[in-house]
């Protein structure tokens, strides 16, 4: 073949210009492949975990749910089945912020409240033999801030809700980051200059008929440092992503955790309802004043509807001592995932010292022949020691790969 655009030698080759497309295309899936390979046990780590994560949480949501409609159940029968749907709105809200919709914790909190009280007043402050009106029913939700039949407690359960939910929220949002930013460096899009270093370096040599000689070191990390020069650029950022992600997980832990905070809302709405018992008298006066008489229509209160034993298989597993296990679950996997802090930094070394290059010492290619030994100088990582690089002509960042960047450094920021 004289019309080879990479290949060529001196010496007779047994190639043509077609093998030579052929041999292109394989180089790139061989380099694919193993940094797929290469990066396979930490996206599974990751992954792994954000699923588990995901189903803690879960489960932490409708084991508070469960207390909390338990009790209504135990101890405000006649008003638990209205009380229950307006408890499954409000741990639907809590699911929907946590994975990551924006709802606001303070309006989901107060909203709660709001339609509490309507039928608070109907069954505990206030009861009559039949029902209040819907319009009045309407007329106390918008009244209930002003009144504050519950004191200080929304306030309070808007403050924990905010400080446990969100750090929760960010840890799941920068795992599944994570995930993104190992597929995008998975599937990196290879320049022709580097296509074409590749095609030289692995399968130029089977043209001359020399199938088993592999790469010499300082050669392949020439021309692996230049392809991947621009995931190198990940590195200080992947780092600094890590040990945030290693700051949040502290945070996630004690008074302010998302276990306490769920797990004890339901006491929090007992103390509200208690509140708003002992002050019935005041606030049956603020009531006339702002929407005058109780106007009231046929009775209709179904007993409770919310059936305890459904979830308690599940969620007895899921004791109090979980918070323990989920502390534990969290320090392990960021000692696993610090172990791969120099991931991006060191790639190019870990393909070519692993996988691709010779054994020190042995007779090894260099793009040209078989020799004794690679003589040009062996450039550093990232794009500036690339202009040194005598096998890849490196010509600035990937797009692709500059956004990956900007998605760590927001979510460190986060």
Not at 205 to 223: D, E, F, V
Request: proline content about 4%; charged content about 20%.
């Amino acid at each position: 073949g004289v019309d080879l655009q990479v290949c060529t030698s001196k010496n007779p080759t047994c190639c043509t210009r077609k093998m030579e497309e052929r041999y292109q295309t394989a180089a790139k899936q061989d380099i694919q492949q193993v940094l797929q390979t290469s990066s396979a046990t930490l996206k599974f780590l990751i992954s792994h975990n954000a699923a588990a994560f995901q189903e803690t949480f879960e489960m932490l949501i409708r084991l508070a749910e469960n207390y909390t409609s338990t009790l209504f159940c135990d101890t405000y029968r006649t008003m638990a089945a209205e009380a229950t749907v307006h408890v499954q709105e409000f741990f639907t809200d809590v699911g929907l912020f946590l994975f990551g919709t924006d709802v606001s914790t303070e309006e989901f909190v107060n909203r709660f409240f709001d339609t509490l009280f309507p039928v608070v007043y109907n069954h505990v402050i206030n009861p009559g033999p039949t029902d209040i009106s819907l319009e009045y029913a309407e007329c106390l939700r918008v009244a209930r801030r002003d009144i504050k039949p519950f004191g200080n407690i929304p306030k309070k359960a808007i403050g924990q809700m905010g400080r446990s939910l969100l750090p929760s929220r960010t840890f799941l949002q920068a795992l599944n980051l994570g995930i993104e930013v190992i597929n995008t460096t998975d599937h990196l899009h290879f320049s022709k200059a580097c296509s074409r270093a590749l095609l030289r370096m692995q399968y130029c040599p089977h043209c001359q008929g020399l199938t088993l000689s592999k790469p010499c070191l300082g050669y392949c990390l020439n021309t692996i440092r230049g392809c991947l020069a621009d995931i190198a650029e990940v590195d200080l950022h992947w780092r600094g992503y890590i040990q945030s992600l290693e700051e949040l997980s502290g945070a996630l832990s004690g008074a302010h955790s998302i276990e306490h905070v769920l797990l004890n809302f339901h006491s929090l709405v007992r103390d509200a309802l208690v509140q708003a018992r002992i002050n019935g008298a005041e606030l049956s006066e603020q009531v006339n004043k702002i929407c005058g008489p109780p106007v009231r229509k046929p009775k209709q209160s179904p007993g409770c509807s919310f059936d305890q034993n459904k979830d308690n298989q599940g969620l007895k597993m899921f004791s109090r001592d979980s918070e323990e296990t989920f502390a534990n679950r969290r320090k392990e996997f960021i000692s696993h995932l610090r172990l791969y802090r120099a991931f991006y930094g060191g790639l190019a070394d870990q393909l070519c010292r692993n996988e691709l290059a010779a054994t020190d010492g042995l007779p090894c290619w260099n793009g040209e022949d078989v020799v004794r030994s690679y003589t040009h100088r062996v450039v550093g990582s990232g794009i500036k020691a690339q202009s040194a690089n005598p096998e890849v002509q490196v010509k600035g960042t990937d797009p692709v790969i500059s956004q990956i960047i900007d998605k760590l450094k927001h979510v460190i920021q986060v």
